[in-house]
């Protein structure tokens, strides 16, 4: 997180001067005279009406640079305010307007938002797509086993919490979280449905498999057994089948409507209503989430909690700062270096949850188990968030 800091510092601090030039001397001239001058301006001062039209255009100019950010603070103050208006199962029914609605509406936008041929670009991104994938399903597991070894060795840390953290660097990156993430900080959002998205066949024809998540149905069971010692099983059919219909047929739908669209016009000068409309609906995502996560609580006494939550926070923001160093040894382009950075330290609630329930069903201790990820999932939601827009001014500034 300092680097990103210093990075987005740096990018100014080096631009090199412009070169003086000799300007041939300007004749200043008095203005002419105003022919009327109202009583509020003969002595300089703005009118109230001037100076309240000045603070709303200032306003309504931080929403406009500011809108996810201010977008996520609203979410999360709404959701702590009354959370059972958003939780499953509530009145606003996220079980399908969030986990359907809002899922299927950013894959549809992003369909609708990328040329084919920045999607052709990506699937051929090799290099990029091993180091976001070796950096998720390898180097995150293998720091978070060694650091909660250590801190249970010291007597810091609850054997189950132990197996819960461990479970948590097991699992694969989020699906719609990182897409939303990588495209509202300036990021390579190609590449980052590419880690969500392997072809399956000729682009733009065949459906496409979520490369991270097949990745981590086959791995994750495996991993577990032999690290946590747990017995289970997954099903493989059912999670790709949500993936196909929540992820991969709306960007899909979206690569087939934008030809036509296009064509008629429909798409020209809206790139900005698509990105606030994705944006609006990862928003969605984060009050949701943060709802269940106020209402359901963690189970864990506040000190162990303040103390895991701490753990959890140092651990991600590592994690980060290591995923923007390799970026930058592997010569990545700050759009390239943010999708990295925001693709490779996430961690999938969705694929998660149910993966604890099954694989560790009948443990008395399950709630501890769960508690990692349910502080991870919310805490990179809002990072993230908090980095986007330093991320979105890293990729401005970069040379063409």
Request: hydrophobic fraction near 50%.
């Amino acid at each position: 997180m300092i680097v990103l800091a210093v990075a987005a510092a740096s990018s100014a601090a080096f631009t090199p001067a412009l070169p003086l030039s000799r300007a041939p001397p300007v004749l200043l001239r008095s203005p002419p005279p105003l022919l009327a001058t109202s009583p509020a301006a003969s002595d300089g001062r703005p009118t109230p009406l001037q100076r309240l039209k000045t603070a709303t255009s200032s306003v309504a100019g931080f929403l406009d640079r500011r809108y996810f950010l201010v977008g996520v603070v609203t979410a999360v103050a709404l959701a702590a305010a009354y959370p059972p208006l958003g939780r499953r199962g509530g009145p606003l029914r996220p079980e399908r307007t969030v986990a359907w609605g809002a899922t299927c509406g950013i894959f549809l936008l992003s369909g609708l938002n990328l040329p084919t041929s920045e999607l052709a670009r990506a699937a051929v991104s090799v290099r990029l797509h091993a180091l976001i994938q070796g950096f998720n399903l390898l180097l995150i597991p293998l720091t978070t086993v060694l650091s909660c070894n250590a801190l249970l060795a010291a007597g810091l840390l609850q054997p189950a919490l132990r197996d819960g953290m461990v479970v948590m660097g097991l699992l694969p990156t989020t699906i719609n979280m990182c897409v939303a993430l990588s495209r509202s900080s300036g990021g390579d959002e190609a590449v980052a449905i590419f880690n969500a998205v392997l072809p399956a066949a000729v682009l733009g024809v065949a459906l496409r498999l979520v490369l991270g998540n097949l990745l981590g149905v086959l791995l994750t069971p495996y991993l577990l057994l032999k690290l946590v010692g747990s017995a289970g099983a997954l099903s493989a059919a059912d999670t790709l089948q949500k993936l196909a219909t929540r992820v991969l047929l709306p960007l899909l739908v979206g690569q087939l409507l934008r030809p036509p669209l296009q064509g008629a016009g429909v798409l020209a000068g809206r790139r900005k209503l698509l990105s606030r409309s994705s944006e609006s609906l990862l928003l969605l995502i984060v009050y949701s989430t943060f709802c269940d996560t106020f209402l359901r609580g963690f189970g864990v006494p506040p000190a162990t909690l303040a103390g895991l939550l701490a753990f959890v926070a140092g651990l991600h923001a590592s994690h980060l700062w290591l995923a923007w160093q390799l970026g930058g040894l592997a010569g990545l382009r700050a759009k390239q270096r943010i999708t990295l950075t925001l693709t490779a330290t996430q961690k999938t609630l969705a694929l998660g949850m149910p993966l604890l329930g099954v694989v560790f069903a009948g443990r008395p201790d399950l709630g501890l188990l769960c508690t990692p990820l349910l502080l991870q999932h919310p805490l990179q939601l809002l990072v993230g968030s908090l980095l986007s827009p330093r991320l979105k001014r890293i990729a401005a500034e970069e040379a063409p």
